[in-house]
Every structure is written in C-alpha cells, then in structure tokens.
C-alpha cells in the first residue's frame, strides 16, 4: 500500500482543511490508510506552537496593518533558507519520519515545508516527490515557489499565472483547485438552496469569526430583513451565542444560531448566500458550493487574493459596513433573484470540486500507484 505523507500547520484553516481533504480523497483512491497527516510544529514545539498561533491570530485581527507589513516583508526579504535554523526540530523529526517511514510521496499545503525538505536532500538525507498545495489565491507569498518541489497544484490559473510570472517551470504547475470534500462534487439535491424564483425566502449564512468587525449590528441588520431565513456560526463565542438566540427569539421567521460546527459545507450547500471574512478555505468552500459571498472582512497579505478572485469574476461583493453587507444582499435577491442567478453562474465556471481526488490520482500516478486523472490540467 502507498503511504502519502501529507504535512500542514494551524496558521490558518485553509492549510488543515486542504491536508483533510486530501488525506480522504487518497485514502479513496490508493486504499484505506493510503495518507498520514502530521503538523510538525505543533508535534515538535507544541508550547511554542500555541504561542505563536495566538500570536498570528492577535496580529491578523488586532493589528491587520502590522501583519501586512510583516507578510510584505517575508515576501522581499526571503528569509529562507538562510535562517532555516529556527526549525532544527521539525528538520530532524522529518528527516526521521522519510528515513523511518519512506513515504512514496510528500504533499505540503504549507510552504516552509519545502524548504526544510530541500534542507534534508542537501545535506545527504532522503528525497521523495514533494509537491506543494497552494491554499492561497493570487496574492501568494514567494516561499511558495522558491524551494525546489516535484509539482505545485493551484487553485485556479489566476494563481497559476502568478507563478509563471515568478519563473516556475509551466510543465510543474497543475490548475486543479482548491482540496475540498467530496460532497462538493457530489451536489445532492436535498442540499440545494431553495428556487428564490418561484417566491421562496432567501436564505443566508452569516459566519462569524474571531475578531469580525461589527458582527452585532450585521447580525440585527440581518435579522430586520423579515422574509428572510438566517443562520449564524459563532464558532465558540458563547457570550455571543446567547445574546443572538435571546434577538432570535422575538423575530417572526426562525433563526439558527450555531456555535462551533463541521457542517459549514453543507450549510454553503444550502444556503443562498454566505456573509464572512475572505479566509482561504472558506472562499473556496463557498466557490465550490456555488454560495456567492459577501466579503465583510479581508486580512491584509493571503486574503486579498481571496476577494481578488472573486472581483475579477464579478461574484459576490465587498461590503466592509453593516448597511453595505444588506445592501448587497437585497441587491442579489430583488426581481426574484436576478443577480444572484448570475453569481451562481459564474460560481460554476470557476468550481473545481473534484480537486481533491485530480491531486491524489496525480500525485499517485507519480509514484506508479495510478493512472493520471484527464482533469488534471497544466499551466492554466
């Protein structure tokens, strides 16, 4: 049997939720147990580690200014290789689990990864295929590309060009998408949001995540729209939780008001629109679900690629106010729908659900373990 080693970090959902759903989608195509999932800083330096996670997040949503200088300036300064030393843990238990394990292949939807796995070849260790999942759009960090790898798998061909323009060889570069789950590919028809043509109440998600701006007012906004049906995901905000169920009650539809949940696939599934921050995995989610967005918050740096995409394909809007966010919203849904019609429409040419799949066969096939995927395209 095959054995995938699949390597992530917790900066960020995107980088987990693309290391699940490909360790699924091989474990379906090569055999249960095909793929394993490891966080090596969270395995070496669990300490630290959380420090530094609460650290990002501090700075992402209190200091967004700050966190974008400090993405421009690893994007300028390549810090890497040069101060790879910071890592000497994660370096050696890799070299140890390649030594111990001999995976046939590595996939990492992180890029330091990379490096440290060209670190280990240097310096006489193992070297398998590598190839890097890229979970960002468009504004993509340069540590992406500037290791050696096997192969990167890219989003959409926005992105990919971006790397073409950095002087990646075009014949490494896969347009696949964006690893989601499989019930994207799927689409069953009970989680189809209902025909807003045909006069059914819209029906919108509202995700709050932590440090969103304004989420109490954007949640009354919300709920004075009276034909309208309205989840919320507060994550694990209880405070929260409680005062938007106390609101809930006295509104005339019912109001779903979610804590911490794995089911946000299928609400994208079914509902009509999703208001949220432009986070890679949940961009991507909502791209794949065809549920437009409306973007009320974007962190400088990763994110902007986000939104980006979506502007260049006239879907969804930015909406950085309360009052704007509804506007949107009653913009998509006025003439029974009109122009969130056209925003689903142009979701569907831009969905890759079965990325996740197109990169196991691919990377499988790599290795002699499976035929390639017609799917798989290269270089847009």
């Not at 061909?157 to 019930?183: N, W, Y």
Request: hydrophobic share 45%; net charge positive; glycine share 8%.
């Amino acid at each position: 049997m095959s054995r995938i080693l699949i390597l992530t970090a917790g900066y960020g959902e995107g980088h987990n939720a693309a290391a699940r759903n490909l360790s699924a989608a091989f474990d379906e195509t090569g055999g249960r147990g095909t793929a394993e999932i490891i966080d090596l800083f969270a395995h070496c330096s669990p300490r630290l580690n959380q420090v530094a996670r609460k650290g990002y997040l501090a700075m992402i949503n209190r200091t967004p200014k700050l966190w974008s200088a400090f993405y421009g300036w690893i994007d300028r300064a390549k810090p890497f290789p040069r101060h790879l030393g910071f890592f000497r843990r994660e370096q050696a238990r890799l070299a140890e689990l390649l030594r111990d394990e001999a995976p046939v292949a590595v996939c990492s939807t992180y890029p330091i990864y990379a490096f440290l796995l060209e670190r280990i070849a240097a310096e006489g260790g193992p070297r398998p295929p590598s190839f890097n999942i890229v979970t960002d759009s468009i504004s993509i960090n340069s540590l992406w590309w500037l290791p050696r790898c096997d192969g990167w798998f890219l989003p959409n061909s926005e992105t990919t060009a971006i790397m073409v323009k950095a002087g990646c060889d075009p014949r490494l570069l896969h347009t696949c998408g964006f690893p989601v789950q499989a019930l994207f590919s799927a689409k069953p028809t009970q989680l189809a949001p209902p025909n807003l043509a045909a006069g059914h109440n819209p029906r919108v998600l509202y995700i709050i995540n932590s440090g969103s701006w304004h989420a109490e007012t954007t949640a009354l906004l919300l709920m004075a729209e009276s034909s309208w049906e309205i989840t919320f995901a507060v994550g694990r905000d209880e405070r929260l939780r409680a005062r938007l169920e106390a609101l809930a009650a006295r509104r005339r539809l019912p109001v779903r008001v979610l804590g911490w949940t794995d089911q946000i696939p299928e609400l994208l599934m079914t509902h009509h629109a999703v208001v949220s921050k432009a986070g890679g995995a949940t961009t991507q989610e909502a791209i794949a679900a065809l549920c437009p967005m409306i973007v009320n918050q974007i962190v400088p740096g990763q994110e902007e690629g986000n939104y980006e995409l979506l502007r260049r394909h006239d879907i969804g809007a930015h909406a950085t106010i309360p009052e704007e966010v509804v506007s949107a919203l009653r913009r998509a849904f006025t003439n029974g729908g009109a122009v969130w019609r056209d925003w689903r429409r142009r979701l569907d040419a831009l969905a890759r659900p079965d990325a996740a799949r197109d990169i196991a066969r691919h990377v499988l096939h790599q290795t002699g373990a499976a035929p390639a995927p017609a799917a798989v395209s290269r270089h847009g």
